[in-house]
């Protein structure tokens, strides 16, 4: 049940605080405001209730992260065949998801450049330090220096900017998973288009973002045909894997997921229907997992396989992102926080875990390297134990130490701002 309002009250970095001891207010692991009617589904006068499983299950979904780009390196051949990097789709449809349920608002967002400044304030700080600890430490004392502070490429990088040009020198910059979040913030700034009237247009967008993602493997394929070779392929599997544009699909796809469970969440489930559902919901992801190269290489050979530059593209996207309908039937399944596995995931263990998940993600390629660098590579458990132990307590830390207070000093500033400015 949500507490009286009486007990709620905003904070200074954006979040509500409720004064009966629950934690600061998160749903899904994004800041959830304290602009009073932004809530979806709900009474205007109370703020979204809490959603702690899927605060939780983007710990799992960033150790998916973690495990795809360690198989390599600790010799987990046959994980080579799980598709772990779809897990990327996990976090679009979850971010469309959360964003659309705590923020909208049927005439469009109430403070624009609040909501940005959240949004900057949730994923500029982490990025920021882990490109200057690569420039400064990893290739600077290491004498890896690939890059030229000053090049485009680093500023492209530190603006956010390096998902939007189909180059793989670009994409891959610095830490080279923070394409994922240039796409998110690309997200952002489309949301706030897309969020007007949204329960009204939601079917329209849907069919026009899936359309933009047919649009960017065309033009994919027209360069390949146009102009063969090795780079085209490099640049049209940019377009239809990196670039936001053909990545909206899942944002978009999240956010008609907030509209429904809008419509959904006050029906009442029985707590064993709801953990069967959610068994369900979690063995058809592991199912899709496990089995997806089979399907996979079966749509692989009827398209044609690599003999066309159009199948190979529509395939290699399908690789990437094909599962992302059943990552939201797992969050709306969750979202209900009625089962045995929603129980056990609002624990505030998994609740840590999976605040620190953007740390996770963020940092486990520069430990990697260390690794990489000092340790002889070997298919042990032992090590790899190691290594991910390692990636969680420094994520936590990091995330306890420096990415939530950096948050809220951003976003006190910014109120400080507000303020005067409205007292001018």
């Known amino acids: 049940m949500t507490p009286p309002r009486a007990q709620w009250s905003g904070l200074a970095d954006g979040r509500v605080a409720y004064s009966g001891g629950v934690p600061a207010c998160w749903a899904g692991g994004e800041p959830v405001v304290s602009d009073r009617g932004q809530g979806v589904g ?190 085209s392929r490099e640049i049209a599997w940019s377009l239809g894997y990196i670039n936001p544009a053909a990545r909206l699909l899942e944002f978009v796809f999240g956010m008609s997921l907030a509209l429904a469970w809008r419509r959904l969440q006050g029906v009442k489930l029985n707590f064993w229907l709801a953990t069967i559902a959610e068994l369900c919901a979690v063995i058809a992801v592991v199912t899709a997992f496990v089995y997806f190269y089979d399907v996979f290489w079966v749509l692989k050979k009827a398209l044609g396989g690599q003999e066309s530059y159009l199948h190979g593209l529509l395939t290699r996207w399908f690789r990437h992102s094909g599962i992302f309908p059943l990552f939201g039937l797992a969050i709306l399944v969750f979202a209900f926080q009625a089962g045995a596995l929603s129980k056990l995931l609002s624990h505030k263990v998994f609740l840590t875990l999976g605040e620190a998940s953007y740390s996770i993600f963020m940092y486990h390629v520069i430990i990697r390297f260390f690794f990489e660098k000092h340790i002889t590579p070997t298919n042990g458990m032992a090590l790899f134990y190691a290594y991910a132990l390692l990636v969680v307590a420094i994520s936590v830390f990091m995330t306890k130490k420096f990415e939530e207070p950096m948050r809220a000093r951003i976003m006190r500033w910014h109120a400080k701002r507000a303020a005067a400015r409205a007292a001018a």
Request: proline residues 7%.
């Open 42 to 231: 709900m009474d205007h006068a109370q703020p979204p209730r809490r959603l702690l499983p899927l605060t939780s299950l983007r710990f799992f979904a960033a150790m998916l992260i973690v495990i795809h780009h360690a198989a390599c390196f600790f010799g987990f051949k046959p994980l080579w065949k799980c598709p772990l990097d779809q897990a990327v789709s996990f976090f679009f449809v979850l971010s469309g998801f959360v964003i659309t349920y705590v923020y909208y608002r049927p005439d469009g967002l109430k403070d624009v450049k609040k909501f940005l400044m959240a949004r900057f304030a949730r994923l500029y700080p982490t990025h920021f330090l882990c490109n200057v600890f690569l420039l400064v430490v990893v290739w600077g004392v290491f004498s890896l220096r690939r890059y030229d502070p000053l090049s485009p490429v680093v500023f492209l990088n530190f603006i956010f900017a390096h998902a939007l040009f189909p180059l793989k020198a670009l994409n891959f910059s610095l830490n080279g998973q923070s394409w994922a979040i240039s796409a998110e913030m690309c997200f952002y700034l489309a949301f706030i288009v897309l969020v007007v009237n949204f329960h009204k247009r939601w079917p329209v967008t849907l069919a026009l973002s899936a359309a933009l993602t047919g649009v960017m493997i065309w033009l994919g394929w027209r360069y390949c045909v146009m102009s063969p070779g090795p780079l």
